[in-house]
T-cell receptor, first 113, second 113 residues
Framework: DQQVKQNSPSLSVQEGRISILNCDYT??????FLWYKKYPAEGPTFLIS?????DKNEDGRFTVFLNKSAKHLSLHIVPSQPGDSAVYFC????????????FGEGTQLTVNP | DVKVTQSSRYLVKRTGEKVFLECVQD?????MFWYRQDPGLGLRLIYF???????EKGDIPEGYSVSREKKERFSLILESASTNQTSMYLC????????????FGQGTRLTVV
């Protein structure tokens, strides 16, 4: 049972445009959400997070939006840069999962120069 | 800076061999995790540990065991390697707490032939 889903395996955008990566979850006990970025042959690195008491969190070019009623979150990257090309994972934490992160399948973002 | 170090970047082992993957973190984190990453499946939790000598099964523990004799070190053991255990293995650590991110090592690409 996939509790965190990223339905788009890949996304391709032009440099300078907006990248929007989406994530859906089914477990209503999740209350903290994170995005990780992963380059090939490297471990994931933490990018940005949001708690369920907020609906938006911004850090430079990266903004995460949370829609609790729809159980949906999205990561916006503006403007996109070629160095943003990587796999992006959505992850969630909740009261019942403790410190165990539940990850989505990942979305491969390619930013074309 | 948190550092999570995995002992090998690449490993090639034969079917039936016993395989040890080692992970060390230097930030005195209580939690340590082992994930595997496979295309289209995201990161799946194998085992985690919230204290020395304590461990809990994750989502896919079959064929694996773990050892945590010291707080900074968490080992993943493949008792008898099989070809379906060919994967990218990722170690992570985190502080105890509800809303905290995990820090990952660089990963070990294991190939079982």
């Amino acid at each position: 049972d996939q509790q965190v889903k990223q339905n788009s395996p890949s996304l391709s955008v032009q440099e300078g445009r907006i990248s929007i990566l989406n994530c859906d979850y089914t477990n209503s006990m999740f209350d903290y959400f994170l995005w990780y970025k992963k380059y090939p042959a490297e471990g994931p690195t933490f990018l940005i997070s949001i708690s369920s008491i907020k609906d938006k969190n911004e850090d430079g070019r990266f903004t995460v939006f949370l829609n609790k009623s729809a159980k949906h979150l999205s990561l916006h990257i503006v403007p996109s840069q070629p160095g943003d090309s990587a796999v992006y994972f959505c992850a969630a934490l909740g009261e019942t999962s403790g410190s165990r992160l539940t990850f989505g399948e990942g979305t491969q973002l390619t930013v074309n120069p | 800076d948190v550092k999570v170090t995995q002992s090998s970047r690449y490993l090639v082992k034969r079917t039936g061999e016993k395989v040890f993957l080692e992970c060390v973190q230097d930030m005195d984190h209580e939690n340590m995790f082992w994930y595997r990453q496979d295309p289209g499946l995201g990161l799946r939790l194998i085992y985690f540990s919230y204290d020395v000598k304590m461990k809990e099964k994750g989502d896919i523990p079959e064929g694996y065991s773990v050892s945590r004799e010291k707080k900074e070190r968490f080992s993943l053991i493949l008792e008898s390697a099989s070809t379906n255990q060919t994967s990218m293995y990722l170690c992570a650590s985190s502080l105890v707490g509800r809303w905290t991110e995990a820090f990952f090592g660089q990963g070990t690409r294991l190939t079982v032939v």
